[in-house]
């Protein structure tokens, strides 16, 4: 496992796990990072990463990104 920051622009994963407390992880769920469903790299702006799941694209800063394990 690796944390979501590690991906490339254009590379596809699956979300293994996510850390950090537990309103961080309802909220991860809530834009719809939840295990085992598969997420897109669109784009990486100044370490901020643009993220493509399910039909959404969702902007995460690396903090957030970090606690997304793929």
């Given at each position: 496992?690796?944390?979501?920051?590690?991906?490339?622009?254009?590379?596809?994963?699956?979300?293994?796990?996510?850390?950090?407390?537990?309103?961080?992880?309802?909220?991860?769920?809530?834009?719809?990072?939840?295990?085992?469903?598969?997420?897109t790299?669109?784009?990486?702006?100044?370490?901020?990463?643009?993220?493509?799941?399910?039909?959404?694209?969702?902007a995460?800063?690396?903090t957030?990104?970090?606690?997304?394990?793929?």
């Amino acid at each position: 496992m690796m944390p979501l920051t590690m991906a490339r622009a254009g590379e596809t994963a699956t979300i293994r796990k996510i850390t950090g407390k537990d309103e961080v992880r309802q909220h991860l769920a809530e834009l719809g990072f939840v295990v085992d469903t598969d997420v897109t790299v669109v784009a990486e702006l100044g370490g901020n990463l643009i993220i493509q799941v399910k039909d959404s694209r969702v902007a995460l800063d690396r903090t957030m990104a970090n606690r997304i394990m793929i």
